[in-house]
């Protein structure tokens, strides 16, 4: 609990919008996000599973992760829904290692908006030596820490000159109750 605690507070730090909520209200809040956003399609990677998406209205455009998915035709997506191979509490970052519930790097590099699902506690660990006996160096590895950021030689902030400009993570675990489901 320390552990996710600490995780949500660095990820908050860096600019990410956290949200918390158990596993049967997942849907319902990835279908909120997606509508506070505006957003008319999302891109999804191929083994996300189905029933994160099935409170998202079928208006939603599903954009699969293909071989064929240029840059240009993800420029127009609104939104990128991902899972995540692990996420280090101590650093508040997001790794994704292109597992198939995560996709191709391209796709959480040009949507504008990406939503990241955390399992809770299974993906969350304390150090960055501890998330990195969790992956294997073979694969392409995206370390995240909050939404894409740089500065100009005046140190002023400018978002989303590569990746997304919001990057929103959703901490979910097992049914734990009407006090946690759909907390943000």
Do not use: K, M
């Amino acid at each position: 609990s320390e552990t996710v605690d600490l995780l949500a507070e660095h990820l908050a730090d860096y600019r990410a919008i956290v949200h918390r909520t158990d596993a049967p209200a997942l849907p319902a809040l990835i279908a909120r996000l997606l509508a506070d956003r505006g957003a008319t399609s999302v891109a999804l990677p191929p083994g996300l599973p189905d029933s994160w998406l099935s409170a998202v209205p079928d208006a939603v455009r599903r954009v699969p992760d293909t071989e064929g998915l240029t840059p240009h035709d993800l420029d127009a997506v609104s939104s990128v829904v991902t899972a995540c191979a692990v996420a280090i509490a101590e650093t508040g970052t997001v790794v994704l290692d292109a597992a198939p519930d995560q996709g191709r790097r391209r796709i959480t590099l040009v949507p504008d908006h990406h939503i990241c699902v955390i399992r809770v506690p299974d993906q969350v660990v304390d150090s960055v030596p501890e998330g990195l006996e969790r992956l294997d160096p073979a694969r392409p590895l995206t370390w995240i820490s909050g939404p894409s950021a740089t500065s100009d030689i005046e140190l002023d902030r400018v978002e989303g000159v590569h990746g997304p400009r919001t990057l929103e993570v959703i901490l979910t675990g097992p049914p734990t109750g009407p006090e946690t489901a759909g907390q943000s």
